[in-house]
């Protein structure tokens, strides 16, 4: 035990002794301006820290939008004001739909609908796919209800007129999974550092 107290000891005092050295190299070598730019040795030239924040952002969308998995089912539609509903959400944060309406904010996709699940897909999983009857563009959606079965989805709507008139049953749709629950982003922010 005191032999590995002591080489944790030396390690320490050895890091402490390369700090002024790091720093006298980093400044005779102008490493320190790397914050504001990098230099790319091919031409000569910098790029500004605006064109490296557009690059990183573009790459992490990329990866944001790529599908984890895809799977197959039927898509129906719902809706708050059924006459055995309450309005309230299974999944946390139990939005009161009839209040509050068919969309959710979510903090890294954005606005997106509400739709239910079975229990096999985590709440804030976050779904897409493509209907043209509903949307000529992909429509993404968070699962943040209960009381369907299987690889089904129930969309909410506006009324349950609307649900059975726009959706009504489209079957054999393809879903992809973008996130999986509430823990996709954090495991994209640790990737990509």
């Given amino acids: 035990m005191k032999e590995y107290i002591r080489s944790r000891i030396i390690m320490t005092l050895e890091i402490i002794a390369l700090i002024p050295v790091s720093l006298l190299l980093t400044k005779a070598t102008n490493i320190g301006t790397a914050f504001a730019s990098t230099e790319n040795d091919n031409i000569g030239k910098y790029v500004g820290q605006d064109t490296i924040q557009v690059s990183q952002n573009i790459l992490y969308n990329k ?42 904010e979510d903090k890294m996709y954005g606005t997106l609908r509400i739709a239910a699940s079975s229990r096999k897909y985590p709440c804030g ?59 996709k982003w954090e495991v994209l922010i640790i990737k990509n550092l």
């Fill in 125 to 183: 999983t976050i779904i897409e796919f493509n209907v043209g009857k509903l949307s000529d563009e992909p429509i993404r959606a968070i699962i943040l209800d209960r009381g369907v079965g299987g690889n089904d989805i129930d969309l909410l709507m506006d009324s349950e007129g609307l649900a059975i008139k726009e959706v009504g049953r489209v079957k054999n749709l393809e879903f992809k999974v973008l996130r999986e629950g509430w823990k």
């Fill in 63 to 104: 990866n944001l939008y790529e599908p984890l998995y895809s799977f197959t089912g039927d898509l129906t539609g719902y809706a708050g004001d059924c006459k055995l509903c309450t309005g309230y959400l299974a999944c946390p944060p139990r939005t009161n739909v009839l209040k509050d309406g068919i969309y959710h």
